[in-house]
């Protein structure tokens, strides 16, 4: 039987229950005393169909499982009984439209295919350097000017020279977010600070520390240009903007950023300066550690949990009381530390998870078969603070709707039974089965994943899809050198 997750329990009879038409009348039920909220059990027996949730999310996830089975016998069912739940809360896949811009219909169709493995958590990233995706109005330049830039230079060979200019109104993210939740999935926005914010300082130049005029962006990197902190109106346009976008995005968390902050302009700013010395702070690091603070402070009045990339870390003054951390690159172990201490962890390290790396270094059965409780340094209270995985896909390389589908499927079918099903995997040869049988209902949902040699084989096998995409997507040896570079930009040169 072919199933993505594989359910925790499962007991196959023998006998089948036969029905006429598409599916079978099915017997729904909230028990919530029984089960997990997002826990559920199915039966197939003589009397028929019956699905127990612990919420009507279970019932869901039950009703999902149906139809994975449906989709192994059609007409008929089996006499069945499973009982399951998902090891991990936090099950999360990221797009990131800031770079290159997806369609609300390409959005959808990613969502449904997310929503039929169970993944319950859709991160948008919104806001970066080189694109401003939302639709603002008490700050309009940050749409009018910070969703255009003049070309995409992500590749010197291919660069296209027209404009590049799109965002999402307020009524489309509203649609995107009633799509997610029909699904049960939770829309975590995030709106990148202090770094990553090109397209912010092109629209209002007196936020950066110089007051310079920039430019969004052509191409990826990471910029020296960032929100200067000792400035009050900085401030006042983040509140603003997570105001509005509190307003569409209702769930719980909301993701801050946090990532990639070079210190370069704060150390030469007068304004950084007054506000580190004003604050007691010993280093602009901590000054960074505040900033996020006081942005997490002030989402907390508003119901929501933070959520930082890692390098928020730095300044060693993250508070863990509105903040969890999303851990996606470190040499310093402070993520472990900062789990293993009880703090809420999501675990999204770019080796094996961000989806723009090429198959031949995050592959499919890397992906299978990682188990982020055992991540190095881990201790069973670390383990414990794990909320789940999440994987990105960024886009600097990723251009469009089919290249977007060719490098996550079938690699979030892996991303998703990690997700659900915790470390304990064992059958690599059995799920690669499963994939090629799910490969056939991706293409009827319109989702064309990369060719089974790319994924199915040796790392090598994966050759084509790097001479397909070589020009452009990140070969082994560029991802070494990217990880390297990272490396040394985060954490070297004391900044
Ligand atoms: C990241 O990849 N900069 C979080
Ligand atoms: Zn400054």
Not at 146 to 162: H, I, L, P, Q
Not at 322 to 330: A, D, I, M, R
Not at 406 to 435: D, H, I, S
Request: aromatic share 12%.
């Amino acid at each position: 039987m072919h199933l993505i997750p594989t359910p925790r329990k499962m007991e196959l009879k023998s006998g089948f229950y036969y029905f006429d038409g598409e599916m079978p009348d099915v017997k729904k039920e909230v028990k919530k005393s029984f089960l997990t909220e997002e826990g559920y059990r199915l039966t197939v027996d003589s009397d028929g169909v019956c699905i127990e949730g612990g919420s009507e999310k279970g019932v869901f996830y039950g009703e999902i499982t149906l139809k994975q089975i449906l989709n192994n016998y059609r007409g008929m069912l089996p006499y069945i009984y499973i009982s399951d739940e998902p090891e991990f809360d936090y099950r999360g896949f990221m797009l990131d439209s800031a770079r290159h811009f997806l369609t609300v219909e390409e959005v959808k169709k990613v969502i449904d295919a997310c929503a039929y493995f169970k993944l319950n958590k859709f991160h948008f990233h919104l806001t970066d350097d080189q694109g401003f995706r939302f639709e603002m109005k008490e700050y309009p330049l940050l749409t009018e000017v910070g969703s255009k830039r003049r070309a995409s230079e992500f590749s010197a060979e291919e660069s296209v020279r027209e404009e590049y200019a799109h965002y999402y109104t307020k009524a489309e993210l509203k649609e995107i977010v009633e799509y997610c939740h029909e699904r049960y999935i939770e829309v975590i926005p995030e709106f990148d600070i202090p770094g990553h914010t090109t397209t912010l300082l092109a629209a209002y130049p007196e936020l950066s520390c110089t007051g310079e005029e920039i430019e969004p962006q052509t191409k990826g990197g990471v910029f020296e240009d960032i929100l200067c902190a000792g400035n009050p109106e900085t401030m006042k346009v983040i509140y603003a903007v997570i105001d509005e976008m509190c307003e569409i995005f209702t769930d719980k968390y909301f993701h801050i950023g946090g990532d990639e902050a070079p210190k370069t302009r704060w150390i030469e700013c007068e304004k950084c300066h007054k506000k580190k010395a004003e604050l007691g702070l010993r280093n602009f690091q901590e000054l960074q550690g505040w900033l996020m603070n006081e942005v997490a402070e002030y989402l907390k009045t508003k119901g929501k949990k933070a959520i930082c990339w890692n390098d928020a870390l730095k300044g060693g003054n993250l508070d863990s009381t509105n903040t969890v951390v999303s851990l996606w690159l470190e040499r310093n172990n402070r993520s472990i530390e900062w789990a293993n201490s009880g703090k809420g962890l999501i675990v999204e390290s770019n080796v094996p998870l961000y989806m723009d790396y090429p198959y031949a270094v995050n592959s499919l059965e890397k992906i299978y078969k990682f188990n982020p409780k055992k991540l190095k340094g881990l201790t069973e209270v670390g383990a414990n603070s794990i909320l789940g995985i999440e994987s990105p896909a960024w886009s600097e390389h990723i251009r469009d709707f089919t290249e977007l589908t060719y490098m996550c499927f079938p690699r979030w079918l892996a991303v998703a039974e990690t997700a659900w099903t915790g470390g304990n995997k064992k059958g690599f040869p059995q799920f690669l089965e499963t994939t090629r049988f799910y490969c056939d209902v991706l293409t009827e949902m319109k989702i064309t994943p990369a060719e089974r040699d790319v994924w199915s084989g040796a790392p090598q096998k994966a050759v084509p899809q790097l001479l397909k995409y070589g020009k452009r997507m990140l070969s082994p040896e560029s991802v070494i050198d990217f990880i390297k570079v990272q490396k040394n930009e985060l954490f070297g040169g004391g900044k």
